[in-house]
């Protein structure tokens, strides 16, 4: 597959990115001890060719090295369910990848988010147990499409954004507003979608929460609260702060969907000009909060 043909499928759109391939580390101080270090893992799109799955363990190896508390996984965790030709099977091979890869991670929580390519929308009918989210959400393990959790004192939020417009449904909206009412106030709160919610990649090539604007305004509102936000998608990274709240969109851990690249990327591997990898987020008891991408070199 081209990479023509990879944007003409995933809905991809080709630009740059202001991110090269050094570790890029934003905001945070190194002297302190941060009371939770999570590794942010996206877009793997897991595969059975091109050595997908041999390259996938050992980064996962090369992540646990640091000492981390847990993987947050930002969706597109399979190559691709959402493709119109795609059969049963397939989708069956492809969570087999994923459940094989991330079996060493068993010591691990892994809290993941629904990706628009995990869904498997073309099954014979909408009451086929493979059919849409919820076979997702139990592939993955986790307790509904969205949710949230705390740990040592941070408030975490998974979103689903895989809905009309690249947004959140109403019900989802109204328990969101809830889950951050609910919270004491000064409760640091990372919150994670698979796409953009704000930042500089949508501005370059989309891909972006199609609601930003109503959940920049509700975040404002909870801004004694929300620190930073995560996601993924654009298989670009980028860091930006507005209203005093994080946006980090993190590279692919496939990069070019484990290929080598085309000739306008900037490296094997490389999509555009971001390479693939992980990100290393340190967070802090007062809120403050470290983003540092690692590209994962194979």
């Not at 139990?138 to 408030?155: A, V």
């Not at 590279?251 to 070019?256: D, N, P, V, Y």
């Amino acid at each position: 597959m081209n990479r023509r043909d990879i944007l003409k499928h995933s809905g991809l759109l080709a630009a740059g990115t202001l991110l090269g391939p050094a570790a890029v580390k934003a905001a945070g101080n190194s002297k302190r001890s941060p009371v939770l270090t999570v590794a942010h893992i996206t877009d793997v799109h897991i595969r059975e060719d091109l050595d997908a799955p041999a390259r996938f363990k050992k980064c996962l190896e090369e992540i646990k090295k640091k000492k981390i508390d847990f993987f947050l996984n930002g969706g597109d965790s399979i190559f691709d369910a959402s493709y119109d030709n795609v059969v049963r099977d397939r989708v069956t091979q492809l969570w087999g990848i994923w459940d094989d890869c991330i079996s060493s991670l068993k010591s691990y929580e892994v809290h993941s988010c629904l990706g628009n390519h995990d869904m498997w929308w073309k099954a014979p009918s909408t009451d086929d147990s493979m059919y849409g989210k919820d076979y997702v959400v139990k592939r993955l393990k986790i307790p509904h499409r969205y949710y949230s959790f705390t740990r040592k004192g941070w408030h975490f939020i998974i979103l689903d954004g895989n809905n009309d417009k690249t947004s959140l449904d109403e019900e989802q909206y109204q328990w969101l507003e809830k889950d951050l009412q609910a919270l004491p106030a000064g409760t640091p709160t990372l919150v994670m979608s698979h796409y953009p919610i704000l930042g500089v990649t949508p501005m370059l090539v989309g891909g972006g929460h199609g609601d930003h604007q109503r959940l920049k305004s509700l975040f404002f509102q909870h801004r004694d609260k929300v620190k930073v936000c995560l996601s993924g998608h654009n298989h670009l990274a980028d860091n930006a702060v507005y209203n005093g709240i994080r946006y980090c969109c993190n590279g692919a851990m496939s990069g070019f969907w484990w290929g080598k690249g085309d000739k306008e990327s900037a490296g094997e591997g490389y999509y555009l000009e971001t390479p693939p990898g992980y990100a290393i987020l340190r967070l802090y008891a007062d809120g403050s909060v470290e983003n540092e991408y690692i590209p994962h070199h194979w």
